[in-house]
């Protein structure tokens, strides 16, 4: 055991900088097996603090630094140093959220927050709560909507309840998937509607699918609306969506976890229009937003209905008998028992920059953005998978010279299919840039290049991407595709 | 916005040390509304960071110091340096875990406890999952359960299925309700039952409540046992509990979020002796050794259940073309996509502490424990619930002189429901000590001293916890308590 242990800390600012500076590789990739013979990760014996900073070193050395532009891999990067100095406090005051007793200031944070963040998005008489990532938001929904159609099933649950239907759009995130199996819906009642070539949902198809459902005495319990998919970034017709949901009175959830930080930009937020007439919505700022990981609101339009929903009044934690007022106990909304304080990393990103700030930031991301689309357009070699831009995501393909101006017939797809995966491994190995490819409906492996928070990013750099995938992409031959 | 914004980072360090220093008190409680007008909370405009460091340090001022060991009014308590070392590295890595390309070096620690652990429950084929807290944790028991028995209900939901019920301790926490409404059981369908004195699970009535739920054609799911109990710190007899599952073939999971950490001592990890027979196991290392919140492990005996359960098999993230081996593509048997790193944390005090580290710091956390409960049987004025200690939770009332060599009927016993509460809040404006309350059962409120991780604690604190809640005890009188 490191004798001198409480002087650990005082070293790891020193270690992040280190391993996190800038002549540090993107990514030095090793396979698993191998990975595994190099670091030393036995916990048997126990080390000196000497041999636990060689350690710590050494798996830093083997991560990826997402902290550099050149991370371009999921719909999070670099994070807000704001945010990040918010977590370290968070961390080291180890604070659970569930009654104001142990998190006086923070519960009131947490309250700041959620007030700000609900007359952003027009529901100034909302409630919410932060949990644990987008796939938690989810649940939540879906939990506030059952309950709000049938509260029985909190007692009673499901058996005695009507088939219940839930309404996606074939882009939107597989977390309702996960969500209808956890909460005993089951995958098979998460009916997909069919999008356009954008992505967007096709509204007309969701009436449709609502009405089938009526027909087979199903009940439409809710509609999953996206505002930014996680590939190509759509953004559902969100109006035309409600008016939907108005129709056949059903609960309109958005998924906004991704395109929600868009509501910061003065210049952006009309394109999540309708979102005001949500009955939930889901938004991670950690995403597109900078926070560090994680930081994700659930929003729901019903004051008290997530208190109502979730509440179990135990005895030991939400005494009625306490000094204070117990209305600022607030963990009783929440799924969780021990809950972080997510929401102060949040509010110090929002205390720094303010409203102007925020919207400064998230113009910044999609003029990048478009940056990188135009450049993308009108480069030989790279195509794209839809023109517009809703969200800040690029999505392409980069079609290898030996490919070009040939018949694109499957046979031709086919092995643009494997090329994208194969750009991409070069591109790892390479330490040049990771970057997400997918397969998508009918479209075979592309790229995506999706932007956010970054303070360093600049169209140079967007520049030095798109040239490492023509080199890697030029690095191929049909041998190596075998 | 403050413009050199880089460099907030830097000031972290002193501030969390300020914040936390010796000389700061634990608490300067101020009631919601003065806090709400003393705070300067709100995120319109931005400040810089200079301003932003004196909120931030307000904020701090007036939040719990849950590293003093007067902080005992939680299972939580100060965290070990190491894990804040780890978690300050997780934040500033801002990695998330799903995928080995994004992960690779913190994917392999996570392997690596989880390997650990399960040798360490004696299930060593098993597999696992860390979530964020126990009462995930306990969703993700319950999906395991119902999903072993009836693997249908991922795609066609509950409804067809019989019904099922769930058996839990009156003494079990609360989260097996929670999950229970969530997952579609409901929670007239959690059947209680009743404990013994020491709050441990009566075996007999266990195995009657199955006997009778089976004459109604109801389908045990799962019997949930507890390994240190909420308030007094029970552990069932696991031993027993498994030969009624075994008997009737029940799911048998324990929630060991508290008294898992028992395991890490060779000293006392045979109070928990049977768990090895367990289907499940939640164990959460933020709680009694210290880790950092959240650190909550999920064990499942079954290997590949967790990811036959819970795949989804996003196309966009768990490509099967990519170029490494993609078993290492641990994300999918999550509920989640995004997740926390929160194995580091954990291996980071292991690797420092070692297994013969951990367990000295455990049996120090219950030799505390111990001097505590001794001290106060033989104190004059304060009365044990439980002669036992089975976890380092000490539960006992304070009767001040003018209680004392009284009738104790029902009005005594509702004067003294209302003592321990006032006690707290003198101990708690006082800054004295936070301690939990909550009434049980039949028993009318009474204290929990609960110890856990914190390397400064002594004998000479204990006792000035003793003697503080005696002053407040007897500043008491009967007018107060109207």
Redesign the interface.
């Known amino acids: 055991?490191?004798e001198n242990?409480?002087s650990?800390?005082?070293?790891?600012?020193n270690?992040?900088k280190d391993e996190?500076s800038e002549d540090k590789p993107l990514?030095e990739?090793?396979?698993?097996?191998e990975?595994?013979r190099i670091?030393d990760?036995?916990?048997?014996?126990?080390?000196t603090?000497q041999e636990?900073e060689e350690?710590?070193r050494q798996?830093?050395k083997?991560?990826?630094?997402?902290?550099k532009a050149v991370f371009r891999?999921?719909l999070?990067s670099?994070?807000d140093?704001?945010g990040?100095?918010g977590?370290?406090?968070a961390?080291?005051?180890?604070?659970?959220q569930y009654t104001?007793?142990?998190?006086?200031?923070?519960?009131?944070?947490e309250l700041?927050?959620l007030s700000?963040v609900l007359k952003l998005f027009s529901i100034p008489d909302g409630d919410g709560i932060f949990s644990?990532?987008?796939?938690?938001s989810m649940?939540y929904a879906l939990?506030a909507a059952r309950f709000k159609a049938f509260p029985e099933?909190?007692?009673?649950?499901?058996?005695n309840?009507p088939?219940m239907v839930i309404f996606t759009s074939e882009d939107s995130?597989?977390?309702i998937?996960?969500a209808?199996?956890?909460?005993?819906?089951?995958?098979?009642?998460v009916k997909i509607v069919t999008t356009n070539e954008k992505g967007q949902m096709i509204t007309e198809e969701l009436d449709k699918a609502i009405e089938n459902a009526k027909i087979k005495g199903q009940y439409p319990i809710m509609v999953n609306a996206t505002a930014g998919t996680?590939?190509l970034g759509a953004i559902d017709p969100l109006n035309y969506i409600a008016d939907v949901c108005e129709k056949h009175n059903v609960w309109m959830h958005v998924d906004a976890c991704w395109g929600g930080s868009l509501m910061l930009s003065s210049k952006y937020r009309n394109r999540l229009l309708g979102i005001e007439r949500a009955y939930s919505i889901s938004w991670?700022p950690?995403k597109m937003a900078g926070a560090?990981?994680?930081c994700s609101l659930f929003l729901v339009r019903k004051k008290g209905l997530l208190h109502e929903?979730?509440s179990?009044s135990?005895?030991?934690l939400f005494?009625q008998?306490?000094?204070?007022?117990v209305s600022?106990d607030t963990g009783d909304k929440s799924?969780?028992?021990?809950?972080?304080i997510d929401a102060f990393k949040l509010?110090?990103i929002?205390?720094?920059?303010?409203?102007?700030?925020l919207s400064q930031l998230l113009d910044n991301v999609m003029s990048i953005a478009q940056f990188c689309q135009q450049a993308i357009a009108k480069r030989p070699g790279f195509r794209l998978v839809v023109d517009s831009l809703q969200c800040p995501n690029v999505c392409f393909w980069y079609i290898p010279r030996f490919m070009r101006n040939q018949d694109e017939d499957d046979t031709w797809w086919d092995i643009m299919h494997?090329i994208t995966?194969?750009i991409?491994?070069l591109l790892?190995l390479g330490s040049l840039l990771?970057v997400?490819?997918?397969?998508?409906r009918h479209h075979k492996?592309f790229f995506?290049l999706a932007f956010s928070f970054h303070?360093k990013i600049d169209e140079k750099q967007v520049l030095g991407m798109i040239e490492a995938i023509e080199k890697c992409g030029e690095e191929i031959t049909l041998d190596m595709l075998q």
């Open positions: 055991m490191g242990n409480l650990f800390l005082d070293k790891v600012l270690i992040v996190r990514i990739f090793k396979h698993p097996k990975l595994e670091l990760l036995d916990i048997s014996e126990g080390v603090d636990l350690c710590v798996v830093l083997y991560s990826v630094k997402t902290n891999n999921q999070y670099d994070t140093p704001y990040l100095s977590a370290w406090i961390e080291a005051f180890n604070t659970s104001f007793e142990v998190a006086p200031a923070f519960t009131l944070i700041k927050v700000h644990p990532g987008g796939s938690m649940l939990v099933v909190k007692s009673k649950g499901m058996r309840l088939e995130h597989y977390s998937k996960k209808a199996h956890w909460l005993g819906f089951g995958t098979e009642n996680t590939v991670n950690h560090p990981l994680q929903a979730n179990a135990a005895q030991y005494q008998d306490k000094f204070y007022d600022y799924i969780q028992c021990g809950r972080k509010w110090m929002w205390k720094a920059r303010g409203d102007l700030g494997k995966p194969k991409k491994e790892t990771m997400a490819y997918s397969p998508l492996n995506r303070p």
